[in-house]
């Protein structure tokens, strides 16, 4: 199935170091999520975005939705070794006549934090 | 407060077996979603059901493949026969109906299965 494309792969960084992460597609979403999967875990929702251009912040955490809808980035500053894990950008779209959102996944960024 | 459950947690099997993965979304949640999570092709998704009526199961592989959603507490994602390229951790999400500007999907902690 379609995927957004996400990048970088993987990212190997100090702990301390600012981190940055983004998505594009080729297909307009009406909205783009983020999520943290831990080892072993299931995917945990991080940040949503919902409107065009908007930026949100939750903690240590910023993410944007371009203004194109297109595409997102998620930064994170100040890095500590419980943000190891892969991180997964994911569009949404709200179908016309339905509520349901069918999301669309990125292949996802492997960080791994040295302390 | 339970999240999504899944069962088994790890399955080792043989090839040509049938294996039947379990999944009890959170109560009051009336989407269910089945994906597939393997290092090539990332997080697909499988099925998924609305009020226990699959709506789209495009991302199902084959026929060997099937999902099932008796009731509102439980569904299955069966293999049968399993092969080795269905290697792959296998995760159920459930969500409620969009109420706001999106829809939040609850991960289970996935079924790692290895087919031998």
């Known amino acids: 199935g379609q995927q957004l494309n996400q990048s970088p792969q993987s990212m190997f960084i100090q702990e301390g170091e600012d981190v940055s992460m983004n998505c594009t597609s080729s297909?307009?979403?009406?909205?783009w999520l983020w999520y943290k999967q831990d080892p072993g875990e299931g995917p945990v929702l991080l940040i949503a975005?919902?409107?065009?251009?908007e930026l949100t912040s939750n903690g240590r955490l910023t993410a944007q939705f371009g203004i194109t809808r297109k595409d997102s980035f998620l930064n994170i500053s100040a890095s500590i070794p419980s943000d190891v894990g892969i991180y997964f950008c994911?569009?949404?779209?709200?179908?016309?006549?339905?509520?349901?959102?069918?999301?669309?996944f990125g292949q996802g960024t492997i960080l791994t934090v040295h302390p | 407060d339970a999240g999504v459950i899944q069962s088994p947690r790890h399955e080792v099997t043989e090839m040509g077996q049938e294996v039947t993965l379990r999944c009890k979304p959170i109560s009051g949640h009336d989407y269910l979603f089945w994906y597939r999570q393997t290092m090539m092709r990332g997080l697909e998704l499988l099925i998924y059901f609305n009020n226990n009526v699959p709506i789209d199961d495009s991302g199902m592989p084959e026929d060997r493949f099937s999902a099932k959603m008796p009731n509102a507490s439980f569904s299955t994602l069966k293999i049968q026969p399993s092969e080795p390229r269905d290697s792959a951790v296998y995760f159920c999400?459930?969500?409620?109906?969009?109420?706001?500007?999106?829809?939040?999907?609850?991960f289970g902690p996935g079924t790692r299965l290895t087919v031998l």
């Open positions: 999400a459930s969500s409620s109906e969009v109420v706001g500007p999106y829809n939040e999907q609850f």
């Open positions: 297909s307009i979403f009406n909205t």
């Open positions: 994911a569009g949404q779209r709200i179908d016309g006549g339905t509520s349901y959102g069918k999301l669309t």
């Open positions: 975005l919902y409107k065009a251009g």
